[in-house]
């Protein structure tokens, strides 16, 4: 059986033990539940000391749906200290891995930079300041540490907590007669057939590499019985995804999505997927609650819910995890200042602030409280479907997996490969890496 966990709000980042594994995971080694540590227990807000004036520091980020806001609170934190932090967003469609080793080849060095943790972390842990007795710690969902977190030490601020499954519109749901969320496959593709007996497009799709091939791909991974074992065994060569009786049926669900999908799903990137999404023009679209704030500039009184991603007759789940870390690079002009400007996010009033209204977070830190009206719909719908949720694994593959799995999903997505052929290419994603 799955391993399934428990949730309440003061915990949620537990999730993440799911699929992402914890300390045992060959790149975090320590015991990312001891948030009681002496490096914790001697940490206190003088930490890091309020940085100089007349300093910038770069900001290298791929969160796309928070760029006009991170720059607002960038602008905030200059009026209040004198540093100016240059914020540049690389996201969405762009591979933002390789232009950060693009940035870095360069011979440019951001103070802060965004990475997965686990595998991806490895590359850059010559870099990689140690973050341990910073203030925040000691307010951190315990295991949202884990990703970032190696031989006992911890490398990156956790972002923040996510999850992802299928958005649906309510309002769309209830033209269709559909009076109960649909928790199967077979109840999942019931939904689609009544949506489209109504006239409406049951799916947004998005030709997406990073959505195909990180989330929806995940969903296979995470449903395995052990998540990271099978990792590890498909990487090693071991085991194959093609002949997996698991993503044997996920293929199911790939094709309900695919299947009754909008016509032009080939060339919708994902600003015109959330924007047809939020306009009405089909009831669901496999997403998170970071959608929350673009969906909102579109059509706030859409009533929104989250709906899992079942992959057989069996009920479902949601997908939860730590998006990202901010890690402050050592080999930056400033890496103290990057410090600084962190800890500012998390324990003023205005950083809190925009992190729950403006970006629609919910925060890694228990101290940070949340509400609906602010994080949004979709965020609390990811809290109460929680309690059985898998987590994260793609930042357990090497860096290009993802890559790989991307590009074949966008050929399964076109009809240029069948079932046979996608599960053939998974598996040489990964070799192909692993190999080099």
């Given at each position: 059986m799955r391993k399934r966990l428990g949730f309440t709000m003061a915990i949620v980042c537990t999730l993440i033990i799911a699929g992402c594994g914890n300390g045992n995971n060959t790149n975090s080694t320590g015991n990312v539940n001891a948030t009681n540590t002496p490096q914790n227990e001697a940490?206190?807000?003088?930490?890091?000391?309020?940085?100089?004036?007349?300093?910038?520091?770069?900001?290298?980020?791929?969160?796309?749906?928070?760029?006009?806001?991170?720059?607002?609170?960038?602008?905030?934190?200059?009026?209040?200290?004198?540093?100016?932090?240059e914020v540049e967003t690389h996201g969405g469609g762009e591979d933002y891995g390789a232009l950060l080793k693009a940035e870095i080849a360069s011979g440019s060095e951001p103070e802060i930079f965004n990475n997965g943790g686990y595998t991806a972390l490895v590359p850059y842990m010559d870099r990689a300041s140690d973050l341990s007795g910073e203030p925040w710690v000691k307010d951190l969902i315990p295991t949202s540490k884990a990703p970032a977190t190696v031989d006992g030490k911890l490398y990156g601020m956790p972002m923040n907590?996510?999850?992802?499954?299928?958005?649906?519109?309510?309002?769309?749901?209830?033209?269709?007669?559909?009076?109960?969320?649909?928790?199967?496959?077979?109840?999942?593709?019931?939904?689609?057939?009544?949506?489209?007996?109504?006239?409406?497009?049951?799916?947004?799709?998005?030709?997406?590499?990073?959505?195909?091939?990180?989330?929806?791909?995940?969903?296979?991974?995470?449903?395995?019985?052990d998540p990271k074992q099978f990792i590890e065994d498909v990487k090693a060569g071991k085991q194959t995804i093609k002949g997996n009786a698991v993503f044997e049926q996920w293929l199911d669900l790939v094709d309900v999505i695919f299947d009754n999908a909008q016509d032009n799903k080939v060339t919708t990137d994902y600003a015109t997927q959330v924007a047809e999404f939020g306009s009405g023009k089909a009831a669901m679209m496999l997403q998170g609650n970071w959608t929350q704030g673009d969906i909102d500039k579109i059509d706030p009184e859409l009533d929104l819910g989250i709906l899992p991603l079942p992959i057989s007759d069996k009920e479902g789940t949601i997908l939860v995890g730590v998006p990202n870390n901010y890690i402050v690079n050592s080999k930056s002009a400033h890496p103290e200042e990057a410090k600084a400007f962190l800890n500012w996010m998390v324990s003023s009033e205005k950083g809190k602030q925009y992190l729950t209204k403006e970006f629609k977070f919910i925060p890694a830190e228990s101290n940070i409280e949340t509400n609906a009206e602010d994080i949004g719909q979709v965020a609390v719908a990811v809290q109460e479907k929680s309690a059985t949720a898998l987590g994260w694994n793609w930042d357990m593959f090497p860096d290009g997996v993802t890559q790989g799995f991307g590009a074949a999903m966008q050929e399964y997505l076109g009809d240029q490969i069948n079932h046979d052929q996608l599960l053939e290419k998974l598996d040489k994603a990964v070799q192909d890496i692993v190999k080099q």
């Open positions: 940490a206190s807000p003088e930490a890091t000391t309020a940085p100089a004036k007349d300093v910038t520091i770069k900001m290298f980020q791929f969160k796309v749906e928070i760029a006009e806001q991170l720059n607002a609170l960038a602008e905030e934190y200059e009026k209040e200290t004198g540093v100016k932090v907590v996510e999850g992802y499954g299928l958005i649906y519109n309510k309002a769309l749901f209830k033209q269709a007669g559909i009076t109960e969320e649909p928790k199967t496959l077979p109840q999942l593709k019931e939904a689609a057939e009544k949506l489209k007996a109504a006239g409406i497009t049951p799916f947004e799709a998005t030709n997406e590499w990073w959505s195909m091939g990180i989330h929806l791909v995940n969903v296979g991974m995470a449903n395995q019985e």
